[in-house]
T-cell receptor, first 108, second 113 residues
């Protein structure tokens, strides 16, 4: 079955540093979604990527979908304490599969 | 517009007890989902309902049953709770199956002793 893997599992950064999390699928994805979950909260949808090689930006967040549509990345420029949380990618093939997430902590 | 609501927020059960987790959405979404989240793990799909009147198993359906009561409501039932079912349960909804973003409820934190 489909597997969606994320790395790293944890990332600790100093405020102002950049952060990147990577998502890899064992199969080609029709689209990929990214979610953020604050500590003690629920996942919140960030963005959906559909096209091969697609790049989308939301302020300091840059999302990319690989050319082969089997991988994706989320890059945060100049992290802030408000970026703390766990970031999940999710692939929708056959059944919805979430990656295990990357837990980001930001030291002020 | 409340979005997705879940009840209860917290629950403690003894092994063997049963309970139903309730979920409702007011966004007129077709699809609804139940996930569980364990520490250090992602979200695992238990059951989903692609549209009113249909339900299907997800990745971890054993020990659970669901009912899509109407377009708004999707309940999850534990018939005989086990300690392995201690988890945080999230309900979600989306406009359509696999196409639209999912909106999550606040979660139910369940402990089975």
């Amino acid at each position: 079955g489909q597997q969606v893997m994320q790395i790293p599992q944890y990332q600790h950064v100093q405020e102002g540093e950049d952060f990147t999390t990577y998502c890899n699928s064992s199969t080609t994805l029709s689209n990929i979604q990214w979610y953020k979950q604050r500590p003690g909260g629920h996942p919140v949808f960030l963005i959906q990527l559909v096209k091969s090689g697609e790049v989308k930006k939301q302020k300091r967040l840059t999302f990319q979908f690989g050319e082969a549509k089997k991988n994706s990345s989320l890059h945060i420029t100049a992290t802030q304490t408000t970026d703390v949380g766990t970031y999940f990618c999710a692939g929708p093939e056959s059944r919805l599969t979430f990656g295990e997430g990357t837990q980001l902590t930001v030291n002020p | 517009n409340a979005g997705v609501t879940q009840t209860p927020k917290f629950q403690v059960l003894k092994t063997g007890q049963s309970m139903t987790l309730q979920c409702a959405q007011d966004m007129n979404h077709n699809s609804m989902y139940w996930y569980r989240q364990d520490p250090g793990m992602g979200l695992r799909l238990i059951y989903y309902s692609a549209s009113e009147g249909t339900t299907d198993k997800g990745e971890v359906p054993n020990g659970y049953n669901v009912s899509r009561l109407n377009k708004r409501e999707f309940s999850l039932r534990l018939e005989s709770a086990a300690p392995s079912q201690t988890s945080v349960y999230f309900c979600a909804s989306s406009g359509d199956w696999l196409t639209y973003e999912q909106y999550f409820g606040p979660g139910t934190r369940l402990t089975v002793t």
